[in-house]
């Protein structure tokens, strides 16, 4: 039995998607007679890069990382993202040894925790809700002085978005007692 293998190349465009929309699309009004061509004349499919396809929430966008971590896996790669905000909702986050030890440490030692961190709801580099989570674990355990020093986003996020961050951290803050 014979083969008849012909060449097969993939083709990753980082930035460049697809969309039937043509208002504001600049890759749709854009001259390409090549690219044209080529789709026009040969086999081709579409691969997701964001949502559950490649290991993040459903509605979340995907990022260059996450769509070159998942290329050839041949299965879903969790991202970190996913993996921490499950552990979270499991409350399993609350029962890591790792961070159990730290902080149980501090509070015997009559230290202060401080937790450094993207404070954003953007979900591509960081989101809130793991820092709410450490903050939340620190005064749970009974440590008594719990610092935030926050980065703030600007890169995923609207403009001006930080305010209702620290809001939902001070908020957090209270619920949790501290």
């Given at each position: ?81 996913t993996r921490v905000s499950r552990s979270i909702k499991t ?33 591509v580099h960081s989101h809130e809700d793991h820092i709410h ?46």
């Open positions: 039995m014979s083969l008849n293998l012909k060449p097969i190349v993939l083709v990753i465009l980082d930035g460049f998607g697809h969309s039937e929309e043509k208002e504001g699309n600049a890759i749709a009004n854009a001259h390409k007679p090549t690219w044209d061509k080529l789709w026009a004349e040969h086999p081709h499919t579409y691969i997701k890069g964001s949502g559950a396809e490649v290991g993040l929430p459903a509605d979340q966008m995907g990022n260059s990382e996450v769509g070159h971590l998942n290329l050839g896996a041949g299965r879903v790669v969790y991202q970190e993202y409350g399993s986050f609350f029962s890591n040894d790792t961070l159990v030890e730290s902080v149980e440490l501090a509070k015997k030692n009559n230290k202060a925790v401080h937790v450094l961190g993207l404070l954003s709801a953007g979900g989570a450490m903050c939340q674990l620190a005064v749970e355990k009974g440590v008594e002085n719990v610092y935030l020093h926050a980065f703030l986003d600007g890169r995923d996020t609207p403009p001006k978005s930080a305010k209702e961050s620290i809001e939902a951290m001070e908020e957090k803050f209270t619920e949790f007692g501290g």
